[in-house]
């Protein structure tokens, strides 16, 4: 009866192993199966690890082929190449189709699309617009330089040329930022497809015959099984964070609450800001300028030395300045780092920078109101009666630290109190306090506690 039981959970395991598997979907019972993975955002390392993954997939599970919908705006010349490079070795033929209806595949997506081995587009599909642009002192611009335009030109006609398609009008989507839509591709020999629907696209490739790596090979697609691969848990995070806007934001939000941590330390704002600064790195594949990372490094540094220098003065502003304008830059969205259209270039500066700036504002505000009450003369006598937290052990003749509202004091005490211990400050004695440790946390319940991290911002906030 246990075995019988026991054998049903196991199966009843790897069914829903098998289920929520992101290699596994829909119908795949079928003789012939095509896999299909999409392209529906901007291209990043996440876009790579994904395609990667999904043609991986599909070379060992047997797949007829693998389907690369595109959606999208363009994205990282890097990741771009990558993708390409990944394509061209994949064990199985790889097909770009521009889907669904309306969708469009410009910059580095029509790169992507004229390296797969069959080219399709659905109705009132966009391709074109390759033209790099790059971020300067004066805006967006188009790169003209003839060195670079040259070999895109090349590399796109190679690509062409390497599939049958009209190398002419594959330069001019460079040359030209020429656009055409799915019927023009179609007719000058742009793409080999132009269906809506992907059961309408493997009826139409059934029978079509390609050069892959040096041999014929001929599909048999009809009625074949559609499996949609769906991205490991991995890529969905790492996805996340390459957003150039929420790594501008992990980065802004990061830098401001590490130097809150070391300006109020014992409280783990600053561990917080280290993560996240850790977390954006990782979203910008660590492509970042070295230049803005000095004046961000610099700006943290001016502002932290304003913490310790009496009154709001030029370090705290050009601390605060180098912050926005570091922030503004790192974030490489122009050529080489990007091949977007021009407009997608601006939108993506305006969304990464705008919200870091208004953050950064916010921060810097609240930092100096801070450094305005740490640095406020302290009445006499109203540290007395104060709760805190030992820093380490100490009693008897020995002193040690304490933290009393986020601050660090030398204190004494006749009691042996250990580090974490609870005390009261009951003397002061020229710069050491007198303490007594807590035995009785109701009995202190009266006195004035050390508060939080989170209740010191909520203080300032009331009296700003």
């Not at 040096?214 to 691969?229: L, R």
């Not at 280290?274 to 300028?289: E, S």
């Not at 304008?325 to 259209?341: A, D, E, N, S």
């Not at 005490?413 to 009261?424: L, T």
Request: negative net charge; charged residues 15%; proline residues 3%.
């Amino acid at each position: 009866m246990w075995s019988s039981r026991a054998s049903a959970l196991i199966l009843a395991l790897v069914a829903l192993i098998i289920a929520i598997s992101p290699e596994y979907a829909m119908g795949a019972d079928a003789s012939t199966r095509v896999l299909v993975v999409s392209i529906d955002d901007t291209i990043t390392d996440a876009t790579v690890e994904n395609v990667k993954s999904a043609i991986n997939h599909a070379g060992s599970g047997g797949y007829e082929c693998i389907i690369i919908t595109l959606n999208t705006p363009g994205g990282g010349l890097d990741e771009t190449f990558e993708i390409i490079n990944i394509i061209e070795s994949s064990p199985v033929p790889v097909i770009g189709y521009v889907y669904p209806s309306g969708a469009s595949a410009v910059s580095a997506g029509t790169f992507i699309l004229m390296s797969t081995h069959v080219a399709a587009m659905a109705s009132h599909t966009i391709i074109g617009s390759c033209q790099p642009v790059e971020l300067t002192s004066s805006g967006v611009r188009y790169v003209n330089e003839t060195k670079i335009i040259n070999y895109l030109v090349k590399y796109m006609e190679e690509r062409a040329k390497m599939h049958g398609r009209n190398a002419t009008i594959a330069s001019m989507f460079i040359t030209k930022n020429l656009d055409i839509n799915d019927t023009e591709a179609l007719n000058y020999g742009v793409i080999e497809f132009s269906e809506d629907g992907i059961n309408s696209l493997l009826l139409a490739m059934n029978g079509y015959t390609i050069k892959f790596h040096g041999t014929n090979y001929t599909f048999h697609t009809a009625g074949a099984s559609i499996e949609h691969y769906r991205m490991p848990p991995s890529v969905v995070i790492l996805n996340f964070l390459s957003n150039p806007i929420i790594a501008s934001l992990l980065l802004i939000i990061g830098i401001y609450a590490l130097i809150f941590g070391l300006a109020t330390p014992g409280h783990g704002a600053e561990v917080v800001g280290v993560v996240m600064i850790a977390l954006a790195l990782m979203g910008l594949g660590f492509q970042i300028n070295i230049l803005s990372l000095f004046i961000l490094a610099l700006g943290i540094v001016l502002l932290l030395i304003e913490i310790h220098t009496p009154g709001f003065g030029v370090f705290g502003i050009v601390g605060i300045f180098c912050i926005i304008i570091g922030t503004m830059f790192i974030i490489p969205v122009g050529y080489p780092r990007w091949m977007l259209p021009k407009d997608v270039v601006k939108l993506l500066i305006f969304l990464a920078i705008f919200p870091a700036v208004l953050v950064g504002i916010f921060f810097a505000f609240l930092l100096f109101k801070t450094l305005q009450i740490v640095r406020k003369k302290p009445v006499v006598g109203g540290i007395l009666g104060t709760a805190g937290t030992a820093a380490e052990d100490f009693g008897g003749d020995r002193e040690g630290f304490v933290i009393i509202d986020g601050e660090y004091w030398k204190a004494v005490s006749a009691d042996e109190v250990k580090k974490g211990d609870r005390v009261v400050v009951r003397e002061k004695d020229g710069v050491r306090l007198v303490v007594e440790k807590v035995h009785d946390e109701s009995r202190n319940s009266g006195e004035k506690g050390d508060t939080s991290f989170l209740d010191k911002l909520l203080n300032i906030l009331k009296r700003l």
